[in-house]
């Protein structure tokens, strides 16, 4: 049994496939804005897979992919999925899907206690205790929103390409913004890791993934691996616990209600 895994993103949406015994060799990468029928059906070509589980930050890219798979198998990640850990915070139902997927792998594959930063739009660092439970974490901007935000916040300051600043002192107000963003988020990153670091106890691993980890992580000595496919991976443990040890009944999950029983 094959499953189709997704990884839909503000930025990227990963597809990849996998099994009981890992992920699989098939991989594809549609760009957020972008994905629609037409995208998503090019992507998947002649692929065969017999159920989809999908980690989505993106509630109406979620919604259109969980009618665009109607016809088979689907299970959208939620805080009410099987996950095969427990929560210690009070609201486990406003933790995003892709975070879930990310203690998910990090408790599997590296063990407790762990802390998970996933480089995307936003930098978020998610953390298990050394009991193995999701203690929270921290939400901070990513790099590229740093530089997007001074561009249309600004009147004279440009959107500048990320690269790797030839000095931290800029030369041209360019050089200046690189440096700030690239120097200043490093260490921005650096600082909040060491404050989570010293107050989860233990000595935590600590590893990055998403499209900024290679990049976002230079000079960070605290972050001992980078995992480009921990989201995935996540997303195929959960499948597993879906599709074969939770039984073929347990593939919806009903819709969470608020106190006041709205959806």
Known sequence: MAWLLIDNSNSRTKLALGDAGGLLAWRS?????DLCAETLAAALGEIRFDAVACASVVPEKAAWLAEFFSGQPFHQITSRSPLGLSFGVPQPETMGADRLANVVALKSKYGSPGIAIDFGTAVTFSVLSPEGIFIGGAIAPGMAAMTGYLADRTAQLPLVDLSEPA???????AEAILSGAVIGHRGMVREILRKIISACGGQPKVVATGGGAEFGTKGIDEISTIDPDLTLEGVRLVAALVFV?????????????DADGRE
């Open 29 to 33: 990468v549609i760009p957020t804005a």
């Open 167 to 173: 000095s931290p002192i800029g030369t041209t107000t």
């Open 245 to 257: 040890s939770a039984g073929a009944n347990r593939w919806k999950i009903e819709p969470q209600m």
